[in-house]
């Protein structure tokens, strides 16, 4: 265990009690006991936290442990309440129209089911910043307490420590998880992106811990 902690520790981000990140770094230390992992993805009406929305959830929970075992994942569609403020691009890139969000859900059933399956774990994602500022804001806005540990893991410097330089020119999800040999269940779809982020950190600590 100790060195699947120090594989992880460059990806390790403190976080205040809201969720909202910290500049501080983690270490083992801070995911000493915990059991599980929950790799995300969201998809946004636009980049800011404040002014627009989540309008896609996924996420894959996996045990703390070598090889990740996965426990269980979920995705869905999220209803916006202000598609107005959204950005044109955001919505291009996510595919959105009334028509595909028919079936989507309210922001208090996505998020109450979002909770309960990542409960307790910490969070992981690739570039996590941008997710981790929505998800504080999104259960601000519900006036729910943040359900997470307080240690959120960022995949993508682990992914260049453990590739060095000159194996992989471009540190986006996409170059990365083609340089492994993953295949994609799809672009900007947010379990298909959890999925593909969870994939490439098992891989991840296959060269790692084989180093």
Same mark, same amino acid.
């Given at each position: 265990? *100790?060195?699947?902690?120090? #594989?992880?520790?460059? =990806?390790?981000?403190?976080? +205040?009690?809201?969720?909202? &990140?910290?500049? %501080? $770094?983690?270490?083992?230390?801070?995911?000493?006991?915990?059991?599980?992992?929950?790799?995300?993805?969201?998809?946004?009406?636009?980049?800011?936290?404040?002014?627009?929305?989540?309008?896609?959830?996924?996420?894959?929970?996996?045990?703390?442990?070598?090889?990740?075992?996965?426990?269980?994942?979920?995705?869905?569609?999220?209803?916006?309440?202000?598609?107005?403020? *959204?950005?044109?691009?955001? #919505?291009?890139?996510? =595919?959105?129209?009334?028509? +595909?969000?028919?079936?989507? &859900?309210?922001? %208090? $059933?996505?998020?109450?089911?979002?909770?309960?399956?990542?409960?307790?774990?910490?969070?992981?994602?690739?570039?996590?910043?941008?997710?981790?500022?929505?998800?504080?804001?999104?259960?601000?806005?519900?006036?729910?307490?943040?359900?997470?540990?307080?240690?959120?893991?960022?995949?993508?410097?682990?992914?260049?420590?453990?590739?060095?330089?000159?194996?992989?020119?471009?540190?986006?999800?996409?170059?990365?998880?083609?340089?492994?040999?993953?295949?994609?269940?799809?672009?900007?779809?947010?379990?298909?992106?959890?999925?593909?982020?969870?994939?490439?950190?098992?891989?991840?600590?296959?060269?790692?811990?084989?180093?």
């Amino acid at each position: 265990m *100790a060195e699947l902690h120090e #594989l992880l520790a460059p =990806g390790l981000r403190l976080l +205040e009690g809201d969720g909202r &990140l910290t500049p %501080e $770094a983690g270490d083992g230390s801070h995911i000493q006991g915990i059991q599980a992992l929950f790799v995300i993805d969201l998809e946004m009406s636009g980049p800011n936290a404040q002014m627009h929305e989540v309008l896609d959830v996924g996420g894959v929970r996996c045990t703390l442990a070598a090889a990740f075992p996965e426990e269980e994942a979920w995705g869905a569609r999220v209803k916006p309440r202000h598609i107005g403020n *959204a950005s044109p691009g955001a #919505l291009k890139v996510v =595919g959105y129209s009334p028509k +595909e969000w028919k079936n989507s &859900l309210e922001l %208090e $059933a996505a998020f109450e089911r979002f909770a309960a399956l990542g409960r307790d774990a910490v969070i992981a994602g690739w570039g996590i910043g941008q997710d981790m500022a929505f998800l504080a804001e999104s259960f601000r806005r519900l006036n729910e307490p943040w359900p997470f540990a307080l240690v959120a893991l960022d995949i993508q410097p682990i992914a260049r420590q453990v590739l060095g330089a000159g194996q992989v020119d471009r540190f986006n999800l996409g170059h990365v998880a083609d340089r492994l040999g993953i295949g994609r269940m799809g672009e900007h779809g947010a379990l298909a992106d959890a999925y593909a982020t969870y994939d490439v950190l098992v891989k991840l600590a296959e060269r790692g811990l084989r180093a």
